[in-house]
C-alpha cells in the first residue's frame, strides 16, 4: 500500500499567523533557508514517487503549478513594494519585457 498523496489546500490559518515584520536581513536568511528546504522536499517527494508510487506523480504536477501560482503572487507582491521589472528579471535572468509578458497580467 502507497502512502497517500500530499493533495488537501493549504492548511495555514491566516487569523493564526501574526503578521509579523523583521530586518530585511533577518528576512532573506529565513528566506534562503526556506528555499532551500522547499527544493529539499521536492526532490524527495520526485525520488518517492519514482520508486514505483505512480499514484502520486499527478500532485507533483499539481505541486508544479502552484509553484507557478506563487511565483506569480510573489512577482505581484513585490512590484506592489516598489520593485521594478528590471530588478525582478534580473534576479530571473531573463529580460525585463519576457518578465512583463510572463507576470504582468498577474501584478495589476
Known amino acids: 500500500m502507497t502512502a497517500p498523496c500530499f493533495d488537501s489546500p493549504n492548511s495555514v490559518k491566516a487569523a493564526l499567523t501574526p503578521n509579523r515584520r523583521t530586518r530585511r536581513s533577518r528576512a532573506r536568511v ?18 518517492r514517487i519514482a520508486g514505483g508510487d505512480v499514484e502520486c506523480l499527478r500532485a507533483l504536477v499539481a505541486l508544479a503549478e502552484e509553484v507557478d501560482r506563487a511565483t506569480a503572487v510573489a512577482v505581484a507582491g513585490l512590484r506592489r513594494v516598489g520593485y521594478s521589472w528590471a530588478e525582478i528579471a534580473s534576479r530571473l ?7 512583463q509578458q510572463r507576470w504582468g497580467n498577474s501584478a495589476a
Open 30 to 47: 529565513e528566506n534562503d533557508d526556506y528555499g532551500a528546504f522547499v527544493r529539499r522536499i521536492v526532490a524527495a517527494h520526485g525520488r
Open 93 to 99: 535572468g531573463i529580460t525585463r519585457q519576457a518578465a
